[in-house]
């Protein structure tokens, strides 16, 4: 009898349930699922003795990227270093920073222009050539691996650019590359899908359909002109994407972030949003994975409130991603830092921990893409605050147009009709170091630092995986040169894509600089978290009452150890007027406290460890 291999013991697990979901999607679709085990098994007979042996290792501990020393930062690496070689000679900053998780921003082939930074590909098989190559990304990988750090990369699965091969042959009329993507005669069809699908840029990028004159030919675009939707109702677009998924897991990426996901399915008469089919995708991505390559991580980029994306989670018995964006918490922090006031922050907070404890959000102040006031304004009424005006205030808050805000950010999407926008900048200038500096300010430069460091110590205090953006750990400031270059000057996402600013990084090794205090404050929190083991995914979690507006207090307890935080989320002197008693340690100043009554220094941070 033939031995079984390490593969069709894999695929002997999952097999049965593979091919049902994969056939009651396409019907018919015998044929295309054994093309797609016999990819799968080529992409298993490639995969590296290094990566195999990874792999075994994190089937053997499932849990490895939940410990409390897991932080992220992600970044472009052509902003952070020029190159994946130039990413791979800076490691040992990276390290320094405490990071254990390396999110490079879209690297893949995407054109000069119309590329949305990286996330319109059209080469899911090269490196964009500025960058390095396929090669490049491995070593990079097998370097990350030896300080065990790991790869994430994004992975553009909704659609293509109009510059990739399908895209250049279905233009060019080729019907099977036409049936890669949703091509439409005249605009009957196109008409109806626009009665229920809503527009993502309803300013900059109207409608979910483009208008080909060399074709004579409508194409979906849900996301703008240049972003080609891919047809999921064809097994082949399945088949070779999770073939592309596959090679960039086999080049040493360990997790593989699914950018837009609740849109790859679209279906007439449907909002084309987070549809079942979807679901059956990314469980099926899921048990693929777990077959050619079990090490890798599926991060789900899901924009809506927690308990909304939980279905993205999966069950126990089937699971799909195993991590999810917080997304809607970081647009609450911030609403938070512009009020005062922390009532929806705590509901949210509320929510969130009433969720399994098996669930991994990863939490972040900061990231490449602008804020989007998401809200919860039904919930936000009860405070009499109005989605319009609110969003209004705090566009001008941030912007630096209301009165006694230092913050310095850019508006994005900015709808003058009905009065929508979504806001850019660095954590540092929206916390008004920039502002600060401008006005030589020290106090106000210190507060801004205060602030800064508050929130981060805010999102470390979450459960799951703290997610630094590059440049925040030394406090960058916004970049406005990027409307002196044509290709960038109408995208004000740029302002906080800037170039890392080396010169300014050596600033963290001089006392009394703001660069000194963040660097080494986060390195600070960083270390107390992955000290204490009340910081684990595992931990209760839950909301205290501070009895002032600005305060928020979150309990973390687990195997007896307990711990008290509180944030001070206004410019003042406060005290958390709190009942968590019992004699405490502040991690953070030194100082013993009781759990009672807690003096709290404007933007000031608690974290309160109870004594044995």
Not at 541 to 565: F, I
Request: net charge negative; charged share 25%.
């Amino acid at each position: 009898m033939a031995r079984e291999t390490v593969f069709n013991r894999r695929l002997n697990r999952h097999r049965d349930e593979l091919k049902w979901l994969y056939c009651e999607l396409y019907e018919g679709g015998a044929e295309y699922f054994e093309e797609l085990c016999r990819i799968m098994e080529q992409r298993g007979r490639e995969r590296d003795a290094k990566l195999k042996r990874l792999d075994k290792k994190r089937e053997e501990n499932p849990e490895w990227y939940k410990g409390n020393d897991m932080v992220g930062m992600m970044m472009y690496t052509d902003a952070f270093a020029g190159n994946l070689k130039g990413v791979k000679k800076k490691l040992d900053y990276i390290e320094e920073c405490g990071v254990r998780c390396l999110h490079l921003m879209p690297l893949l082939d995407s054109p000069e222009v119309d590329n949305d930074g990286g996330y319109a590909v059209s080469d899911f098989t090269r490196v964009k050539k500025s960058l390095g190559t396929m090669e490049d990304l491995k070593d990079l990988a097998d370097e990350c691996h030896r300080r065990d750090i790991s790869v994430c990369l994004d992975f553009v699965m909704n659609h293509t650019s109009q510059e990739h091969e399908w895209a250049v042959r279905a233009r060019a009329g080729e019907q099977e590359y036409r049936d890669r993507y949703f091509f439409f005669d005249n605009w009957d069809i196109p008409s109806q899908y626009e009665k229920t699908c809503p527009q993502v840029f309803p300013t900059t990028a109207p409608g979910n359909f483009t208008w080909l004159e060399d074709a004579q030919q409508y194409v979906m675009t849900t996301f703008y002109p240049y972003q080609w939707d891919l047809n999921y109702r064809n097994p082949r677009v399945f088949n070779l994407m999770a073939d592309n998924l596959l090679n960039l897991a086999n080049h040493g990426v360990d997790i593989l972030r699914i950018d837009a996901v609740p849109y790859i399915w679209k279906e007439l008469g449907t909002s084309c949003r987070n549809l079942p089919q979807v679901h059956s995708i990314v469980r099926m991505l899921r048990m693929i994975c777990e077959v050619v390559c079990p090490g890798i991580l599926l991060l789900g980029e899901v924009v809506m409130e927690p308990a909304k994306v939980v279905p993205y989670f999966g069950t126990v018995e089937k699971p799909e991603c195993h991590m999810l964006y917080n997304v809607t918490t970081m647009a609450s922090i911030w609403h938070t830092v512009a009020t005062g006031n922390v009532s929806l922050l705590r509901h949210q907070m509320d929510v969130i921990n009433s969720l399994p404890r098996e669930y991994v959000f990863l939490n972040y102040l900061r990231c490449h893409d602008d804020i989007g006031w998401g809200l919860e304004y039904a919930w936000l009424k009860q405070e009499n605050i109005e989605e319009v005006p609110h969003k209004k205030f705090l566009n001008a808050y941030f912007t630096g147009n209301w009165p006694g805000s230092m913050a310095r950010g850019e508006l994005y999407n900015d709808d003058p009709a009905s009065g929508d926008a979504r806001l850019c900048g660095t954590t540092a200038s929206l916390c008004g170091l920039e502002g600060a500096l401008d006005q030589q300010d020290k106090a106000a430069a210190d507060r801004a630092v205060d602030c800064d460091l508050m929130l981060h110590a805010c999102m470390m205090t979450l459960s799951g995986i703290p997610m630094l953006y590059s440049g925040d750990e030394i406090g960058q400031l916004n970049d406005y040169s990027y409307k002196e270059n044509p290709a960038k000057a109408a995208d004000s996402r740029y302002v906080h894509r800037g170039q890392f600013r080396w010169r300014t990084a050596a600033n963290r090794g001089r006392k009394g600089t703001a660069q000194y205090r963040l660097f080494h404050g986060i390195s600070f929190l960083e270390e107390l978290r992955k000290t204490y083991r009340v910081f684990l995914n595992a931990a209760a979690v839950r909301t205290s009452d501070t009895h002032d507006p600005a305060l928020l207090c979150l309990v973390r307890e687990l195997d007896g150890q307990k711990l008290t935080a509180v944030f001070n989320f206004s410019g003042e002197r406060k005290t958390a007027w709190i009942d968590e008693p019992g004699s405490c340690t502040d991690l953070l100043s030194g100082e013993t406290l009781e759990g009672r009554n807690v003096p709290m220094p404007p933007y000031g941070v608690r974290w309160m460890l109870y004594n044995e």
